[in-house]
């Protein structure tokens, strides 16, 4: 079935680790974007793909930030050096065509990341 | 929309009371406009959205959002709420292909 999958769905780090959060997109979907949103807050933008491109990450933080989608499918988004302000829910979406105002994005179950 | 503001961070409700949830943008362009929502143990789906045209707009479970663009808002409404309300309500407007959420509206219904 599918609909957009998130691995791990929980991850506990230390802090100076990496971690790195997998999303499998709806097959056959375009666009896939990551959005992170942090306790009492709407989920907010990092970074987005059309197939394998990267078309906007002006979203990520800082440069311990960075993802990768390199076959056009599954995606990864890769944290260097964690620290506890990293701690958050890490959300990815995917849709059929890009432009959010024409083709609705399926969210996944995100993964909740906690930097101890 | 540049940014999406939602003022009601917690609301409380008996069931079939009437909902009303706010919702501000700033004016970026064309504005798109949605409402997701997340019951607890589950992911964000979308009630429903607003491109253009008739600005009332009718999503799914009864609820409803109206487009006012005079006041740059799109509240959404439901006339009588459920326990299965309960939930986390986010509003959201696109800026080219990304969406910008606002803070979100925790709903409670007790029956």
């Known amino acids: 079935g599918a609909g957009v999958s998130q691995s791990p769905r929980y991850k506990v780090t230390k802090r100076g680790q990496d971690v790195a959060l997998r999303c499998d997109p709806i097959s056959g979907h375009v666009s896939l974007y990551w959005y992170r949103q942090a306790l009492g807050q709407g989920p907010e933008f990092l970074t987005y793909f059309n197939y394998e491109a990267q078309q906007d990450k002006s979203g990520l933080p800082n440069d311990r930030f960075s993802a990768e989608r390199p076959e056009g499918s599954i995606s990864t988004l890769t944290i260097q050096r964690t620290e506890q302000r990293d701690s958050a829910m890490y959300r990815c979406?995917?849709?059929?065509?890009?432009?959010?105002?024409?083709?609705?994005?399926?969210f996944g179950p995100g993964t909740r990341l906690t930097v101890t | 929309a540049q940014s999406v503001s939602q003022h009601n961070h917690h609301v409380i409700l008996s069931e079939a009371a009437s909902l009303e949830l706010g919702c501000n943008y700033s004016?970026?362009?064309?504005?798109?406009l949605f409402w997701y929502v997340q019951y607890p143990g589950q992911h964000l789906q979308l009630l429903l959205k607003?491109?253009?045209?008739?600005?009332l707009v009718k999503g799914i479970k009864g609820f409803e959002a109206e487009f006012i663009k005079s006041k740059f808002s799109f509240n959404l409404r439901k006339p009588s709420v459920q326990w299965s309300d309960t939930a986390e309500y986010f509003c959201a407007g696109d800026n080219t292909d990304k969406l910008i959420f606002g803070t979100g509206t925790r709903l409670q219904v007790f029956p």
């Open positions: 607003y491109f253009s045209g008739d600005p």
């Open positions: 979406a995917s849709s059929s065509g890009p432009g959010a105002g024409d083709y609705e994005q399926y």
């Open positions: 004016y970026g362009g064309t504005v798109n």
